[in-house]
């Protein structure tokens, strides 16, 4: 009884072969007639019992027709579903017939993505598309990232945080190879993006030298300081910080992680926690000047003077030519007049005293007038303009005071 039984199964199951084979030549024809629901319908009455007990022929031919109809119905992530699960069975058969079908898809979804973008500025179906062309060939990871960069600029957040998300668990960098060489009448590298062969062309007609291939900066970072941007946009601030923490736990040494959780506690107005950060950037790069510039704005904020011009001083050192350093370092000294204008109004009546701080005053405007001079000859605005004009009057520099006067009322 026992062999009888175990005949009988293999004769179901051999039963079971047959009705999958005719069913798939029933959809495979309905294909052919275009007439995609009835194929569909087909393969559904098959699919338990072929993804249970199916042989791997029949499974591969399965998707592929499934895909075929999807993708003719245009439910390309159903298509892309079918038909990577066909190329993950590494059957040539009809994965060789299934690649021009899937590469069709890819372009007609992402030129789709392009054109939602930069033509109709319609974001969030930018980002749809650029997703899903993302589902197509998950090998081309950079329409994730395109994706959320479009769901942000649509303010999608949710799915701009899904899409970051993703692209942090499958450890996206967005680290391209770039074909540069060096202009030889600039003297400059420039970038060929990752076209080699122009790159070698221009090389070849002598204009460039010295060919050459880097890596483009790491998005690591930029990833998580959006996560966490848009987690504060939610109000989700201690999320935003956790994720800041997380990702510097990971990469302690990154700059611009470290920068870009500086610059949510600056929004957050937390100034200390600012200045926290900063330091540990300086420590990381000492010469880099724009971190002593952050620190002496952070200093001056919190009422620091000295700590400040310290650090103004220092973003000079580094950097001869930092107009707004000049300027914040003129305002740092011209600060020490608060207490002068105070100790004058208090002295009204005894006029030596008065002078005495009067003559004080003008020492400080002496001391803070080479700064602004300076920051007004590499980037002159209507502030130095207008600061140097009352300054010059002051100190009875006539001369001065006249040609910035002029200059004053033609910037007006």
Request: proline residues 2%; neutral net charge; hydrophobic residues 40%.
């Amino acid at each position: 009884m026992k062999n009888q039984f175990i005949a009988l199964s293999l004769g179901l199951m051999s039963l079971g072969a047959v009705a999958q084979k005719s069913e798939l030549k029933e959809a495979e024809k309905a294909i052919k007639k275009q007439d995609f629901t009835t194929a569909l319908s087909t393969l559904k009455t098959i699919e338990g019992s072929l993804m249970m007990n199916g042989e791997d022929k029949y499974k591969s031919k399965f998707y592929f027709l499934k895909g075929k109809a999807l993708a003719a119905q245009k439910d390309y992530k159903g298509a892309a579903e079918s038909l990577n699960a066909l190329f993950a069975m590494n059957e040539s058969k009809y994965g060789d017939e299934a690649r021009p079908i899937l590469n069709q898809m890819i372009q007609e979804v992402s030129n789709k993505a392009v054109d939602f973008y930069n033509n109709k500025k319609d974001y969030k179906n930018a980002a749809e598309n650029f997703y899903l062309t993302y589902l197509l060939s998950p090998a081309d990871t950079s329409f994730a990232y395109n994706a959320a960069v479009s769901a942000t600029q649509a303010k999608d957040y949710d799915k701009a945080i899904e899409y970051y998300r993703e692209l942090q668990k499958i450890g996206y960098t967005g680290i391209e190879k770039e074909f540069v060489a060096t202009d030889k009448a600039s003297g400059k590298v420039e970038s060929f993006g990752n076209d080699k062969a122009r790159r070698d062309l221009m090389v070849k007609s002598g204009g460039y030298l010295k060919p050459d291939v880097r890596s483009s900066e790491s998005k690591t970072a930029t990833i998580v300081k959006n996560v966490a941007l848009i987690l504060k946009e939610q109000g989700k601030t201690e999320e935003a910080i956790a994720a800041f923490k997380d990702a510097r736990a990971s990469n302690p040494k990154d700059l611009n992680l470290i920068l870009n959780e500086a610059q949510l506690y600056v929004e957050m107005g937390k100034m200390d926690k600012f200045g926290e950060l900063m330091s540990e950037a300086v420590a990381l790069d000492p010469e880099n000047p724009t971190l002593y510039y952050n620190l002496g704005v952070v200093n001056f904020n919190q009422g620091r003077m000295e700590d400040a011009k310290k650090y103004y001083e220092k973003t000079i050192e580094l950097k001869p030519d930092h107009a707004d350093a000049y300027m914040n370092l003129a305002v740092v000294i011209l600060d020490q007049e608060k207490a002068i204008v105070e100790e004058m109004n208090k002295n009204l009546s005894n006029f030596k005293k008065y002078d005495e701080l009067a003559a004080k005053q003008k020492e400080v405007y002496k001391e803070a007038v080479p700064f602004l001079e300076k920051a007004d000859s590499l980037n002159r605005s209507v502030d130095t303009v207008k600061t140097l004009m009352n300054l010059y009057e002051v100190l009875e520099m006539s001369d001065k005071a006249s040609e910035y006067r002029e200059l004053y009322k033609s910037m007006q």
